[in-house]
């Protein structure tokens, strides 16, 4: 039995928890995780839990092996999808999120370009790399805070909300005083001090989906931001490494409704970085639209061989007002009525 503390919890309700736990005659182990207090015990009977689940000061209580309790719909309490907001933008909601930019933030002047260029093709929200995880240490790997301001003066000029990488736990405080929405990369879906360190955080968060990562595994990192208290999460699928060499990922389109089986949170798509190819985004951008994702992601650039990153994979804004246009009309045709509101905006479904 895994009993789990509202991030509320006073030292009466811990001490009247812990009671009620030994009351059953096992030991309780505490643990801490994010704002949550985490108590352990073997027991697992259905009347032991509903009578704990009672307690006040208690959110949740599960049984059997630990897994994504908070991120499926069998631990979310509820039939109802999560809606994040971030800006003016919603995903969950009925109509599909299109978020748009360059890879890394290079200048303020082609940054401002480049926002100008995509709000009028109709992206939502702008995206924009100030901090660049590379290959190779020789790389460009962005401005870092430098990067983080021109995406605020970006954000005044447009008024469109930004999400950007953080990649280190030390830059966790810095990345969230500026961007609208915290980004996890592939690379670091797998990196759970810096996930714990984001659930700690009350910005929504972007979780992309390792190279090499199986759904369940994709779940789990997920739970530890909801664990941490912070319920704000949207799944990104960006392709998964392959035999295949014609594109540079495999974008796994499968994921989409199974996952939408499986959990509450939103999930997105970038055909970007799944295809590493320009001529590839705009049909697998709508195919992702077809399939059910609530957000298309994708590289835009107003000089596209001119980035000094991922430039084969970036398309020009009037290529993205085109991919804005038949998300709209894939919107109209396939999800007919808006799509049923959660209890509580920006948190997992009750």
Request: proline share 5%.
């Amino acid at each position: 039995m895994i009993v789990l503390c509202r991030p509320d919890l006073t030292d009466a309700q811990r001490e009247r928890i812990l009671s009620g736990v030994r009351g059953l005659g096992v030991t309780p182990h505490v643990r801490t995780e994010g704002a949550r207090t985490v108590v352990e015990a073997p027991a697992s009977a259905d009347a032991a839990c509903c009578e704990i689940e009672r307690l006040a000061g208690v959110d949740r209580v599960f049984t059997g092996d630990a897994g994504a309790h908070l991120a499926t719909w069998d631990g979310a309490g509820g039939a109802e999808r999560t809606r994040v907001r971030v800006g003016t933008a919603e995903f969950g909601g009925r109509d599909t999120v299109l978020v748009a930019g360059p890879c890394a933030v290079e200048g303020r002047d082609v940054l401002l370009e480049i926002a100008h260029a995509v709000r009028a093709a109709g992206a939502h929200v702008l995206r924009g790399g100030a901090f660049k995880p590379r290959t190779s240490p020789y790389s460009f790997r962005g401005l870092g805070p430098e990067g983080l301001d021109m995406l605020d003066e970006a954000r005044a000029a447009t008024g469109l909300p930004f999400v950007t990488e953080v990649m280190d736990t030390r830059d966790v405080e810095l990345v969230e005083r500026h961007a609208d929405m915290l980004q996890i990369g592939s690379r670091n879906m797998h990196n759970f001090a810096l996930l714990s360190e984001v659930g700690r955080t009350r910005k929504p968060v972007l979780l992309k989906r390792g190279m090499s990562a199986t759904i369940d595994e994709w779940l789990a990192s997920a739970e530890y931001v909801l664990a941490g208290g912070n319920t704000q999460v949207v799944l990104c699928e960006r392709g998964i490494r392959t035999f295949e060499p014609s594109s540079r990922n495999t974008l796994d389109l499968t994921a989409v409704p199974l996952v939408r089986e499986r959990t509450h949170l939103p999930v997105v798509v970038d055909p970007s970085h799944a295809s590493g190819r320009r001529s590839l985004v705009a049909p697998l951008a709508r195919a992702a639209c077809a399939a059910g994702a609530d957000g298309v992601m994708v590289e835009c650039h107003v000089r596209p061989d001119e980035a000094r990153c991922d430039a084969k994979q970036a398309i020009l804004p009037e290529e993205l007002a085109e991919i804005a246009g038949s998300l709209r009309t894939l919107d109209a045709a396939l999800r007919g009525p808006a799509r049923p509101a959660s209890a509580a905006m920006n948190g997992h479904a009750r």
